[in-house]
């Protein structure tokens, strides 16, 4: 058994989740979908149904980090249905993935990214 941090989120039916993952509070994760060894889902994050995320994917929720910020506000991202998030990619905060995208290995998402479209690098 390897071991995951997985709490008080929501999670589909058929759902697989690989080991070292961490899955924050207030997530929602749709039925369906896979995410590999390795990633964290930032609290307040929704990922849709049938979404496949590689090893290694983070998700942010904190557009202006400092420690003991008093103002703090959760910005998480929403992955839309049927995405497909290659191995490595970041996901910053606020970001909106429409439905069918494909994100590339190793990118970082810094603004939303239309249905269907493929963004790799720094988009």
Same mark, same amino acid.
């Given at each position: 058994?390897?071991?995951?941090?997985?709490?008080?989120?929501?999670?589909g039916?058929?759902?697989?989740?690989?080991p070292?993952?961490? &899955?924050?509070?207030? =997530?929602? $994760? !749709?039925?369906?979908?896979? #995410?590999s060894?390795?990633?964290? *889902?930032a609290? @307040?994050t929704?990922?849709?149904h049938?979404?496949?995320?590689?090893?290694?994917?983070?998700?942010?929720?904190?557009?202006?980090?400092?420690?003991?910020?008093?103002?703090?506000?959760?910005?998480?991202?929403? &992955?839309?249905?049927? =995405?497909? $998030? !290659?191995?490595?990619?970041? #996901?910053?905060?606020?970001?909106? *993935?429409?439905? @069918?995208?494909?994100?590339g290995?190793?990118?970082?998402?810094?603004?939303?990214?239309a249905?269907?479209?493929?963004?790799?690098?720094?988009?």
């Amino acid at each position: 058994m390897h071991p995951c941090n997985i709490y008080r989120c929501a999670i589909g039916n058929r759902v697989k989740i690989g080991p070292y993952c961490e &899955i924050q509070e207030n =997530v929602h $994760i !749709g039925d369906d979908t896979v #995410i590999s060894s390795h990633s964290f *889902i930032a609290a @307040g994050t929704f990922v849709g149904h049938d979404v496949f995320m590689g090893h290694g994917v983070i998700t942010c929720n904190d557009k202006y980090p400092r420690p003991n910020n008093k103002e703090w506000e959760c910005e998480p991202p929403w &992955i839309s249905a049927y =995405v497909s $998030i !290659g191995s490595g990619a970041k #996901i910053l905060p606020g970001v909106y *993935i429409g439905q @069918g995208a494909v994100i590339g290995a190793g990118a970082i998402v810094t603004k939303n990214v239309a249905p269907k479209q493929t963004v790799v690098g720094i988009w």
